[in-house]
């Protein structure tokens, strides 16, 4: 009494024969570049987390679609800015920070829950005859501008004293039927950012900031184990719209800078 012949069991053929043929992922060995070029900022750009994959999904016997694609979330992040003994600016993830979620979506923002829909997805759509084989890839790095003044000052005076940046994130290849709804994960990635810059405030600007260890990022890992993804990496908010930029003061009560675009 086989399920040979059965529609679940045809799905779960299905879903197995679905391969991943080659995956690839890297963060580029270079350091973190520092932009003095701006009086009122100093901007960072990190090297690039890098990720792609060759697919192979067999032939789609019925009329239904399957996205492939990357889907990314933060899982921790440490984001502080220093200014000497006034305090620090944070940026903050309130859900993430107070362990109401494993995981925040990292998504764009428009195709959740994907990374991107340009070269981060394929779309095949059945029936099809012959299998299907292509390469999609996706790519992050960090690029944010940071006050040289106290955020919440009306001074224009530089104070900034130091940045620590500590950011790690899992990156999903997952396999998911359009009508269904059904989703199969194909390969997990984990990955870390971290950063250090000393800032020296009273020199001239293009002279104030040196890059901390790590100059060289750690590699990130494809886990011979695929890891569940959490439901909050799949829907709103992402981290870009949850974030907040808190003032903290070394006296006194924190105060909300920039409030999260997403109430």
Known sequence: MGCIQSISCKSKV??????????????????????????VVLRYRTPHFRASAQVLVPPIPKKETWIVGWIQACSHMEFYNHYGDQGMSSWELPDLLEGKIQAISDSDGVNYPWYGNTTETCTIVGPTKKESKFNISMNDNFYPSVTWAVPVSESNVAKLTSIHRDQSFTTWLVATNTATNEMVTLQTIKWRMRLGIEVNPSRPLGQRAKLQEPSAQEQPQVLSKNEPIPPSALVKPNANDAQVLMWRPKDGAPLVVIPPKHR
Do not use: G
Not at 15 to 34: H, L
């Open 14 to 39: 299905f879903r197995e024969s679905i391969s991943v043929i080659e995956v690839k992922a890297s963060i580029d060995p270079i350091p973190t570049s520092i932009d003095e070029s701006s009086s």
